[in-house]
């Protein structure tokens, strides 16, 4: 089967980064995706890494070593309205299995 | 706004009922998938159409059913309605070839009563 692990919770300041990691086991791998859900909102994809590196989309980054079976989520320039629930998830052709969310609380 | 549409946003209903979810995919994708989302269940993937047949299931009870109409846009039922199955329940799309990147409806929140 497959499995996400990720932080239940994060709490980090306005203007600072934050790394939200994900670590999964799967028998075998087809990519790793970000989405955000804001309160009562619709999950929205972020990103995604097929292959180990940097993918980099404005201010948010995402982080993939397969070797480690390990991704991160990367927020730079941290505002208020990034404040939702960060969901890593493996697929690409199948099904997404959905890991079960770190929700970010940005203060000021 | 992601394109998907689903019907309708809200509805309560009592236990043994039946319901049924309406929708509408983006323009040009061919694939809806359907999700159940609780609070201490996360994202749950039930079940997967494409052009209009049955491509995946997952963790579907079997009081619920799916199809996907000629048109595209897809019914998800869901029948003897236990006072657990109140969630949010969530249409998604995608192109054919990329299900990592999927479109999310704004859901519909069930309750039952």
């Known amino acids: 089967g497959q499995s996400l692990e990720q932080p239940s919770e994060v709490t980090a300041v306005e203007g600072a980064i934050v790394q939200i990691n994900c670590t999964y086991q799967t028998s075998g791998f087809y990519g790793l995706s970000w989405y955000q859900q804001h309160d009562g909102g619709a999950p929205t994809f972020l990103s995604y890494n097929a292959l180990d590196g940097l993918e980099e989309t404005g201010r948010f980054s995402s982080f993939l070593s397969r070797s480690d079976s390990y991704g991160y989520l990367l927020l730079q320039e941290l505002q208020m309205k990034d404040s939702a629930s960060y969901f890593c998830?493996?697929?690409?052709?199948?099904?997404?299995?959905f890991g079960k969310g770190t929700r970010l609380s940005v203060i000021a | 706004d992601s394109g998907v549409t689903q019907t309708p946003k809200h509805l309560i209903t009592a236990t043994g009922q039946r319901v049924t979810l309406r929708c509408s995919p983006r323009?040009?994708?061919?694939?809806v998938y359907w999700y159940q989302q609780s609070l201490d269940q996360g994202l749950q993937f039930l079940i997967q159409y494409y052009n209009g047949e049955e491509r995946a299931k997952g963790n579907i009870l079997e009081r619920f059913s799916a199809q996907q109409f000629p048109d595209l846009h897809s019914e998800l039922n869901l029948s003897s309605l236990e006072l657990g199955d109140s969630a949010l329940y969530f249409c998604?799309?995608?192109?054919?070839?990329?299900?990592?990147?999927?479109?999310f409806g704004p859901g519909t929140r069930l309750t039952v009563t």
């Open positions: 323009s040009g994708d061919l694939s």
């Open positions: 998604a799309s995608s192109a054919r070839d990329s299900t990592y990147e999927q479109y």
């Open positions: 998830a493996l697929g690409r052709n199948t099904p997404l299995v």
